[in-house]
């Protein structure tokens, strides 16, 4: 009798053996979780979790209400807030941060509570338009937030 694996299976042992044949580190192969806060009908928040699943990350979606509430909580100051926030590993993302800055920030792992992008900057991910000047991504610990990286 053949035995049959469901595709999850399958598909997490053989990316598991290609990181291991690579010389990767198991944790290349872990699935890289998100929680994306927003408010209901915010369609751009949508955009942006779309944005880090096309970009490796498995993200869960919950409206809320209380999002200016919830990104105080984490120590976003409010003028440095952005649109949604997403919590990632022990950090937050506030905003439309470019997945290389985050990636960057998972990588890195500061001694910080998570970055932000204030707003919601034309041409940002998720965000429609062109993108007409440089983004400013401030890395919020106890404290003024600080800039952590400029893409």
Do not use: W
């Not at 999002?67 to 976003?76: H, P, T, V, Y």
């Amino acid at each position: 009798m053949k035995r049959t694996f469901p595709i999850s299976i399958i598909a997490a042992a053989t990316i598991g053996a290609a990181a291991m044949a690579s010389g990767a580190p198991a944790a290349a192969a872990e699935v890289k979780a998100a929680t994306l806060y927003k408010n209901p009908q915010c369609g751009c928040c949508e955009g942006y979790a779309e944005y880090l699943r096309d970009n490796g990350y498995t993200v869960s979606v919950k409206p809320t209400h209380d999002l200016a509430l919830m990104s105080r909580e984490a120590g976003i100051p409010d003028e440095y807030q952005g649109c949604h926030l997403v919590h990632i590993d022990g950090y937050v993302v506030s905003g439309h941060v470019p997945v290389g800055i985050v990636d960057r920030l998972m990588s890195e792992r500061p001694d910080i509570k998570g970055i932000t992008l204030p707003g919601m900057p034309m041409g940002s991910p998720g965000m429609g338009g062109e993108k007409s000047e440089p983004f400013t991504v401030y890395g919020i610990a106890d404290g003024a937030p600080e800039v952590y990286a400029v893409e």
